[in-house]
């Protein structure tokens, strides 16, 4: 391919390209930093990967169990009242 080149894209017509707002795309996340028992990371994980876009987690220290959850601001009380009600049940130790 040329430097002189043009590369054109063309979408089906069920396909509607929309406007990239790149402010909405560095918008800011809330963090949570948590010690749970190792062994039940993944059992974490897998619950908030259920509820699709509600938080992320990432395992910071595996040995230890640190975790790092991020979710965006408005979601806080739904992360909370999902971790709380782990913690109760006893799912997290």
Not at 6 to 32: D, Q, V
Request: charged share 20%; aromatic share 6%.
């Amino acid at each position: 391919m040329s430097a002189s080149a043009t590369i054109k894209i063309s979408l089906a017509p069920w396909i509607a390209p929309f406007p990239c707002n790149l402010m909405a795309l560095t918008r800011r996340t809330a963090e949570l930093h948590l010690r749970i028992n190792r062994s039940r990371i993944h059992f974490l994980k897998f619950i908030l990967e259920a509820y699709d876009g509600l938080a992320m987690l990432s395992v910071v220290e595996p040995r230890n169990g640190l975790v790092l959850i991020r979710f965006a601001p408005e979601c806080g009380g739904d992360v909370t009242r999902l971790l709380s009600s782990l913690a109760v049940c006893g799912s997290l130790k």
